[in-house]
């Protein structure tokens, strides 16, 4: 009982520092412990409320480079975002990781616009050789803004090894590389949502080269592909 309740006390501690404006309270909780807690199961977001309400659908798609009787061969790409949200459609119960693709595809697409044009070109090219993060984290930081570049590449690792494990998953341990793509799509205007004419704004969209494959400490593919491959929209060979 006495564990449950400092559990409980925790849980809603570190709750309630993460929905909080950031200020000093939230130094009660030392280094990275707060954010390793809270993320990916436990984030919040309020962001469905005025002044600023989500407006727009996030998406994420993967395709790889397989190894078919000797000669490589490129699939055809995986919206891992619609396999997941797959997941949670009629379910009373939905799974907290139901929404992960979506949350990788926002960090990097959001990322991604605090680059500029010499950083974009960049991003496009293809890195999946021996090194190739160092050498991509030396060319985008060969240009200005060294911050946004720093904030983009702890995104693109998280969504590259994503896209390693739905590889995987999908097209089995034969993967040599990957390639992901992140859309937005944002929703009509408010102030036109009655025009019989009106049109949802142009579809944004980030493309990246072909990368290495990452896998991080503690990830199981066995475990990745039991859940992602249980989605009613199955795609799993």
């Not at 962001?47 to 009787?69: I, K, M, Q, T, Y």
């Not at 693709?101 to 496009?124: I, M, P, S």
């Not at 993967?175 to 049109?199: G, L």
Request: net charge negative; aromatic share 10%; charged share 25%.
């Amino acid at each position: 009982m006495v564990v449950a309740l400092v559990l409980t006390a925790w849980h809603l501690l570190a709750s309630f520092l993460w929905i909080a404006p950031a200020g000093p309270a939230r130094e009660v909780v030392p280094g990275e412990t707060l954010r390793n807690y809270m993320l990916p199961l436990y984030g919040q977001s309020w962001s469905v409320f005025a002044p600023a309400p989500v407006n727009g659908d996030h998406h994420l798609d993967v395709r790889a480079v397989v190894e078919r009787d000797g000669a490589e061969e490129v699939t055809d790409w995986v919206r891992a975002t619609d396999v997941e949200l797959s997941l949670s459609r009629h379910n009373l119960f939905p799974p907290r990781a139901a929404s992960l693709g979506l949350n990788v595809a926002a960090g990097h697409k959001r990322t991604y616009d605090q680059l500029n044009d010499d950083h974009e070109v960049v991003v496009d090219l293809n890195y999946f050789k021996d090194d190739w993060q160092p050498r991509l984290e030396e060319n985008l930081k060969s240009y200005d803004g060294e911050d946004a570049v720093d904030a983009y590449l702890q995104a693109e690792e998280t969504a590259t090894a994503y896209a390693t494990q739905v590889a995987y998953a999908v097209w089995g341990e034969d993967v040599i590389r990957v390639q992901f793509q992140t859309t937005r799509q944002n929703v009509i205007p408010f102030d036109d949502r009655n025009e019989p004419n009106a049109e949802e704004p142009p579809l944004q969209v980030v493309s990246t080269g072909w990368r290495g494959l990452i896998e991080r400490d503690g990830q199981s593919r066995e475990q990745f592909a039991n859940y992602f491959c249980s989605a009613p929209e199955d795609v799993c060979t």
